[in-house]
């Protein structure tokens, strides 16, 4: 069986394989609770949780300047978009819609025909875990 790859696109049908992420693809959890969740005076947190979002840190180092546009249209503006991951919260790969909160894009060089760049960004699952 071939090697499952990190994969995002605007839509599922529009997916495509970029050069991998860099090996520390941080991935967190954020859980949301009800309002009246918090501490009593004795200190003991009562806690009513909501539900739970995926969150992933990715970032790519010397990306052509073509490989960096493609992403870039991708995860700008906060738009939907989907991502095929290993989802450690899963145990498996998943093929999911995420978005992008923030992004940081550093210019390595800019001569000509030899443009590369860095970039890094954020991802939130649109839907709750299971």
């Not at 923030?102 to 839907?127: A, C, H, P, Q, W």
């Amino acid at each position: 069986m071939a090697q499952n790859k990190f994969k995002l696109g605007k839509t599922k049908s529009t997916m495509f394989t970029p050069p991998q992420p860099l090996g520390d693809m941080a991935n967190e959890g954020e859980t949301t609770y009800t309002s009246d969740s918090g501490r009593v005076k004795s200190g003991v947190a009562v806690v009513k949780p909501m539900f739970t979002v995926e969150q992933y840190s990715l970032a790519f180092e010397n990306l052509t300047k073509t490989e960096h546009h493609k992403i870039m249209n991708v995860i700008k503006n906060g738009n939907k978009l989907w991502m095929h991951y290993y989802s450690t919260s899963e145990g498996n790969w998943q093929t999911k819609q995420f978005y992008c909160g923030k992004y940081s894009s550093g210019i390595i060089t800019l001569k000509d025909g030899e443009e590369r760049f860095n970039l890094s960004f954020n991802v939130e699952g649109v839907k709750p875990l299971d």
